[in-house]
Nanobody
Framework: QVQVMESGGGLVPAGGSLSVSCTVS????????MGWFRQAPGKEREAVSC????????RYLDNIKGRFTISRDNAKNTVSLDMNSLKPEDTAMYYC????????????????????WGQGTQVTVSS
């Protein structure tokens, strides 16, 4: 049984930092690219970042440049998203997902390519 579990969300003031992590079990972690997504209330889910097993990564939102960093530890089956200089508009439910293959998509991200999802962890940035 595949399990994807996020942790580390919380409430942080604007300008602060937070790290969210995801632990995966029940699948071959090193054969999958992993991604972080977020969904704010009333908005569609959007891709944030992706990382392959070798560490190659993609960023899908221009406004996270220089602030968010994705990483993974293949020995521990974990993937993390370090977030700095947080803004109120970063407030969302953050989701971790495993892709069908070990490659990150280009600018166009199809949600159907991500076959295992966690339940999400809430990140709230206060102004």
């Amino acid at each position: 049984q595949v399990q994807v579990m996020e942790s580390g969300g919380g409430l942080v003031p604007a300008g602060g930092s937070l790290s969210v992590s995801c632990t995966v079990s029940g699948l071959s972690f090193t054969n999958r690219a992993m991604g972080w997504f977020r969904q704010a209330p009333g908005k569609e889910r959007e891709a944030v970042s992706c990382i392959t097993s070798s560490g190659s990564n993609m960023r899908y939102l221009d406004n996270i440049k220089g602030r968010f960093t994705i990483s993974r530890d293949n020995a521990k089956n974990t993937v993390s998203l370090d977030m700095n200089s947080l803004k109120p508009e970063d407030t969302a439910m953050y989701y971790c997902a495993a892709r069908r293959s070990d490659s990150c998509p280009g600018r166009s991200v199809a949600m159907s390519d991500w076959i295992y999802w966690g339940q999400g962890t809430q990140v709230t940035v206060s102004s």
